[in-house]
C-alpha cells in the first residue's frame, strides 16, 4: 500500500475522485481538513485549479490508454521554455485516467518552491524522484527546453537511474497552431511504455544511459510522426485507428 | 533474553516496556531513568537513577550485563527540561550506559533512539530524505541526536555488535510532553508569513511498537520511522481551531520569546521544523519492521487536538460556599 493512501477526509492523492462545491471547499480549506503529502502536494488545492488551467490550457489527447491506469510510471514529454508543456501532460493525463500528475522541476526559490510543491512538483532530485515512484505515482521528466520546441532535448541524465525501476512512458507535446502557437488545443500524444530490461539491476548506470537513449528516440519519434501529415494528423490516427481518445 | 530500557521514565520508554512485557522472549526488563514510568509495569523492573550520577549509572548497567540496550535515554530539549540540561543528559546517558553494557560482557544489540532532526532543514538534494542522505544538522537537538548514533555505531566498529538507530519523526500524542505537541494547542500559534513547508508526525505507540521490532528483528543500521501523509503549519493550527499568527523570519526570535511567556517553551529545533519543515522517506522502516499499520500524521494531530483543554476546578469549599 502507498504511504499516501493512508490519508483520510475522502481525498485520494493518486486519482481524482470528487470535486467540492465552492462552499464546502472554502470550509474545508479553513477547517485545514485536507492531506498533504510529504514532498508538500496538497491534491484538494490542485483540484480547486484544475478549472482554471483547463480552460487555458486546452488539449487534445492521443494514446492515453498507454499511460498506466495504477501503479508507478515516468511520463518523458519535450518542452520549450516555460510551464506550458507540463500543465498540458497534467491535464491530458487527468482526461486520460483520472490520475493526478508529479512533475519534476520544482522551483527552488523560497516562495515559488512552496507554491509549486502544492501543485504537485518534486524537485529534480534523484532520491526525491525515486521517493515519489517508490509511492506508486505517475511522475511526468521533462527533456531539456529546446527553442522553438522543435524537438526531444537532452535527458536529464542524473535521474535516469532514479526511472530504471519503472515503465516510460514517452510523451510528445506540440502547440496546435501554426508556428508553435497555441491558438488551437496542445496536441499531447503518449507512446508505448518503454520497461526496463528486467536482466538490469536498478539504478544501474549504463542501463540508465540505454533507457534515456531510447526514451528520447521515442518521443522525437512521436514528434516526428505528428509533424509527418500521413501520420501525425488526426486523418492518419483515423487510418490507424488510434485516434485522439478526446478533445475539449 | 536481559533487556536495559534508558529512559524508561519517559511515555515511549515506558510503553516500550510494556510492549516487551507481552513478548516471551523477553525474560528480563530492567529500566532506569531520573523519573519514574509513567505508567504500570508488571513485569519490568525500574531503577531511578540519574543520568547525572554517572558511577551509580555505570555500576547498575555492568553488574546488570544486558544482552540488549533499548536506549531511550535521549531527551528533547525543552520537554521536561532546559535544553542545556536536555543535552548534558543525553550524553552522559547515551556513554555511560552504552560503555557499561558492553563491559558487561553479554551484549549482543543496541537499538538507539534518534529523529529525523538529524538531516537539518531540507535540502535541494532530497526534499524527503532518505537512510542513505547524509546526516547534516543544524540545530543542538540534531546534534545531540547524531551524537548518539555516532557512539552507538562506535560499538559497532570496535566490538562488531549490530546496532540501530530509529530515527523518529518528531513524536507527539496527548501524554507526550513535546514542545511541539505543547505548542501546537496554545490559542495563538506562531506560523511563518512566506512558507508552509510539510511536516510528519509519529504515534507514540508507534515510535515503541517500532523498538520493539527492531529487537525482535536485529536491524543493524539506521532507519526512519515516519507517520504516513504530513501537515503544514497552518494547516495544524486550523485543524486544532487555534489562531495562525504569521511571523515574519526575523521576528521568530521574538516570537518564540512571546511564546515561552505564554507558557510553552520553544526549543530551535521545534522552530526549524515550522519554517523548514520535517519529512522522511519512512519506506524501509516499514517494510523491514513490518510497521503496516502506522497511524498518519493527521491522525495524530487530531489525536492531539480531541485531548481535552485544561479546565481548572472549582475548589470544594468555594462551591460549597
Known amino acids: 500500500?502507498?504511504?499516501?493512501?493512508?490519508?483520510?477526509?475522502?481525498?485520494?492523492?493518486?486519482?481524482?475522485?470528487?470535486?467540492?462545491?465552492?462552499?464546502?471547499?472554502?470550509?474545508?480549506?479553513?477547517?485545514?481538513?485536507?492531506?498533504?503529502?510529504?514532498?508538500?502536494?496538497?491534491?484538494?488545492?490542485?483540484?480547486?485549479?484544475?478549472?482554471?488551467?483547463?480552460?487555458?490550457?486546452?488539449?487534445?489527447?492521443?494514446?492515453?490508454?498507454?499511460?498506466?491506469?495504477?501503479?508507478?510510471?515516468?511520463?518523458?514529454?519535450?518542452?520549450?521554455?516555460?510551464?506550458?508543456?507540463?500543465?498540458?501532460?497534467?491535464?491530458?493525463?487527468?482526461?486520460?485516467?483520472?490520475?493526478?500528475?508529479?512533475?519534476?522541476?520544482?522551483?527552488?526559490?523560497?516562495?515559488?518552491?512552496?507554491?509549486?510543491?502544492?501543485?504537485?512538483?518534486?524537485?529534480?532530485?534523484?532520491?526525491?524522484?525515486?521517493?515519489?515512484?517508490?509511492?506508486?505515482?505517475?511522475?511526468?521528466?521533462p527533456l531539456a527546453p529546446t527553442w522553438l520546441r522543435t524537438g526531444a532535448g537532452t535527458p536529464p541524465l542524473p535521474l535516469m537511474q532514479a526511472m530504471t525501476r519503472a515503465p516510460v512512458v514517452p510523451v510528445a507535446v506540440t502547440p496546435g497552431g501554426p508556428l508553435g502557437t497555441a491558438i488551437r488545443p496542445w496536441r499531447v500524444r503518449f507512446g508505448e511504455p518503454v520497461v526496463p530490461d528486467p536482466g538490469d539491476e536498478p539504478g544501474d548506470p549504463l542501463a540508465a544511459a540505454r533507457l534515456a537513449e531510447a526514451v528520447r528516440d521515442a518521443v522525437a519519434d512521436l514528434l516526428g510522426r505528428d509533424r509527418r501529415p500521413s501520420a501525425g494528423t488526426i486523418a492518419g490516427e483515423a487510418r490507424s485507428g488510434r485516434g485522439p481518445d478526446r478533445r475539449e | 533474553?536481559?533487556?536495559?530500557?534508558?529512559?524508561?521514565?519517559?511515555?515511549?520508554?515506558?510503553?516500550?516496556?510494556?510492549?516487551?512485557?507481552?513478548?516471551?522472549?523477553?525474560?528480563?526488563?530492567?529500566?532506569?531513568?531520573?523519573?519514574?514510568?509513567?505508567?504500570?509495569?508488571?513485569?519490568?523492573?525500574?531503577?531511578?537513577?540519574?543520568?547525572?550520577?554517572?558511577?551509580?549509572?555505570?555500576?547498575?548497567?555492568e553488574d546488570y550485563a544486558p544482552q540488549v540496550v533499548a536506549h531511550f535515554g535521549v531527551y528533547e530539549p525543552a520537554s521536561r527540561m532546559s535544553p542545556a540540561s536536555a543535552a548534558e543528559r543525553t550524553e552522559l546517558c547515551t556513554v555511560a550506559a552504552l560503555s557499561a553494557a558492553v563491559r558487561g560482557g553479554r551484549l549482543e544489540y543496541v537499538v538507539v533512539r534518534s529523529g529525523l532532526e538529524v538531516y537539518g532543514p531540507r535540502s535541494y538534494h532530497a526534499t524527503v530524505p532518505d537512510e542513505y542522505v547524509m546526516p547534516a544538522p543544524a540545530s543542538p537537538y540534531g546534534a545531540s541526536l547524531l551524537e548518539v548514533e555516532v557512539a552507538a555505531a562506535r560499538l559497532r566498529r570496535r566490538h562488531g555488535i549490530p546496532v540501530a538507530a530509529l530515527r523518529y519523526a518528531p513524536v507527539v500524542g496527548s501524554h507526550v510532553p513535546s514542545p511541539l505537541g505543547r505548542l501546537l494547542r496554545l490559542p495563538v500559534v506562531p506560523v511563518p508569513a512566506c512558507a508552509d513547508p510539510p511536516f510528519a508526525l509519529l504515534h507514540p505507540d508507534d515510535a515503541a511498537l517500532a523498538m520493539v521490532?527492531?529487537?525482535?528483528?536485529?536491524?543493524?543500521?539506521?532507519?526512519?520511522?515516519?507517520?504516513?501523509?504530513?501537515?503544514?503549519?497552518?494547516?495544524?493550527?486550523?485543524?486544532?481551531?487555534?489562531?495562525?499568527?504569521?511571523?515574519?523570519?526575523?521576528?521568530?526570535?521574538?516570537?518564540?520569546?512571546?511564546?515561552?511567556?505564554?507558557?510553552?517553551?520553544?526549543?530551535?529545533?521545534?522552530?526549524?521544523?515550522?519554517?523548514?519543515?520535517?519529512?522522511?522517506?519512512?519506506?524501509?522502516?516499514?517494510?523491514?519492521?513490518?510497521?503496516?499499520?502506522?497511524?498518519?500524521?493527521q491522525q495524530v494531530l487530531r489525536e492531539l487536538f480531541e485531548w481535552a483543554d485544561v479546565v481548572p476546578i472549582v475548589p470544594a469549599r468555594e462551591a460549597v460556599a
Open chain 2, 213 to 297: 521490532r527492531a529487537i525482535e528483528r536485529r536491524h543493524d543500521g539506521p532507519l526512519n520511522v515516519v507517520g504516513p501523509g504530513a501537515a503544514t503549519p497552518w494547516q495544524a493550527v486550523r485543524l486544532g481551531g487555534r489562531v495562525p499568527l504569521p511571523v515574519a523570519p526575523p521576528l521568530w526570535g521574538a516570537a518564540t520569546r512571546g511564546v515561552e511567556v505564554l507558557g510553552a517553551a520553544v526549543a530551535p529545533h521545534v522552530v526549524e521544523l515550522l519554517r523548514h519543515g520535517r519529512v522522511g522517506a519512512g519506506a524501509r522502516a516499514v517494510e523491514i519492521l513490518g510497521l503496516d499499520g502506522l497511524r498518519s500524521t
Open chain 2, 1 to 61: 533474553m536481559r533487556i536495559l530500557v534508558t529512559g524508561m521514565g519517559g511515555e515511549i520508554g515506558t510503553r516500550v516496556a510494556q510492549y516487551l512485557e507481552e513478548r516471551a522472549w523477553a525474560d528480563e526488563i530492567v529500566g532506569v531513568d531520573f523519573v519514574p514510568p509513567r505508567r504500570r509495569l508488571r513485569r519490568a523492573e525500574f531503577r531511578r537513577i540519574d543520568p547525572r550520577d554517572r558511577d551509580r549509572l555505570v555500576g547498575f548497567v
Open chain 1, 1 to 141: 500500500m502507498s504511504p499516501l493512501q493512508a490519508l483520510d477526509y475522502g481525498l485520494d492523492p493518486d486519482r481524482v475522485t470528487h470535486t467540492d462545491s465552492p462552499l464546502a471547499a472554502a470550509r474545508r480549506r479553513l477547517g485545514g481538513r485536507y492531506p498533504i503529502d510529504p514532498f508538500g502536494f496538497d491534491p484538494h488545492l490542485s483540484d480547486l485549479l484544475v478549472p482554471v488551467v483547463t480552460a487555458v490550457v486546452r488539449v487534445d489527447v492521443g494514446g492515453g490508454e498507454h499511460v498506466p491506469a495504477h501503479g508507478p510510471a515516468t511520463l518523458v514529454s519535450n518542452r520549450g521554455f516555460g510551464v506550458a508543456e507540463p500543465a498540458a501532460v497534467t491535464v491530458a493525463v487527468r482526461r486520460a485516467t483520472g490520475r493526478r500528475l508529479r512533475v519534476v522541476g520544482a522551483s527552488p526559490l523560497p516562495f515559488l518552491s512552496g507554491l509549486t510543491r502544492r501543485l504537485g512538483a518534486v524537485s529534480t532530485s534523484p532520491r526525491d524522484l525515486a521517493g515519489v515512484l517508490r509511492a506508486g505515482h505517475l511522475v511526468a521528466v
